[in-house]
T-cell receptor, first 112, second 115 residues
Framework: DAMVIQNPRYQVTQFGKPVTLSCSQT?????MYWYQQKSSQAPKLLFH???????NEADTPDNFQSRRPNTSFCFLDIRSPGLGDAAMYLC???????????FGPGTRLTVT | DQQVKQNSPSLSVQEGRISILNCDYT??????FLWYKKYPAEGPTFLIS?????DKNEDGRFTVFLNKSAKHLSLHIVPSQPGDSAVYFC??????????????FGRGTQLTVWP
């Protein structure tokens, strides 16, 4: 089945220690998104790639970066995680021009 | 500022009865609305959508109603089943002035359907 895969599902990192979250997709969608979702809050868009074009949300901290080496893969890098970065991180994809987004299962990040 | 609001964090309904989940939005530029369903330890899954040119869209047990003048939409589930127990997110989007249909999400409503 075509899908969006996120690895790892659970990630524990230490305060200030860089961490990378991974997303891959078999849907061949040209748009990929990263959302942050904290408990009982709405998913918050951090940034997205439209093909190779990177689009950063205005309020996304500089601590968060992303890479998309090819159509299938996208990475979220947190350079110096703080306690406030503990959250669920959701990756999603869509076909450019479509409203519907397809989500992966998410990575639960814990910062100790 | 939340442009999409789901004011009820939880809803409990008996199996077989109707579930009504509500959503309000503030941005009149939104022209497409979606409902997502999320089970624990899974990502949100698309459920049903509606364009702003319609006021109703139906898919099996699920119906979404849109009231543009009130900036309000609702999701009706009839009949409700225990397997419908999940968090339901309302989302809104617009393509105007943008090259991307950015989604704005509400905080979600936890639906519990009991036997």
């Amino acid at each position: 089945d075509a899908m969006v895969i996120q690895n790892p599902r659970y990630q524990v990192t230490q305060f200030g220690k860089p961490v990378t979250l991974s997303c891959s997709q078999t849907l061949n969608h040209n748009v990929m998104y990263w959302y942050q979702q904290k408990s009982s809050q709405a998913p918050k868009l951090l940034f997205h790639y439209y093909d190779k074009d990177f689009n950063n949300e205005a309020d996304t901290p500089d601590n968060f970066q992303s890479r998309r080496p090819n159509t299938s893969f996208c990475f979220l890098d947190i350079r110096s995680p703080g306690l406030g970065d503990a959250a669920m991180y959701l990756c999603a994809t869509s076909r450019g021009g479509d409203y519907e987004q397809y989500f992966g299962p998410g990575t639960r990040l814990t910062v100790t | 500022d939340q442009q999409v609001k789901q004011n009820s964090p939880s809803l409990s309904v008996q199996e077989g009865r109707i579930s009504i989940l509500n959503c309000d939005y503030t941005n009149s530029m939104f022209d497409y609305f979606l409902w997502y369903k999320k089970y624990p330890a899974e990502g949100p899954t698309f459920l049903i959508s509606i364009s702003s040119i319609k006021d109703k869209n139906e898919d099996g047990r699920f119906t979404v109603f849109l009231n543009k003048s009130a900036k309000h939409l609702s999701l009706h589930i009839v009949p409700s089943q225990p397997g419908d127990s999940a968090v339901y997110f309302c989302a809104a989007s617009t393509w105007r002035g943008s090259t991307l249909g950015r989604l704005y999400f509400g905080r979600g409503t936890q639906l519990t359907v009991w036997p």
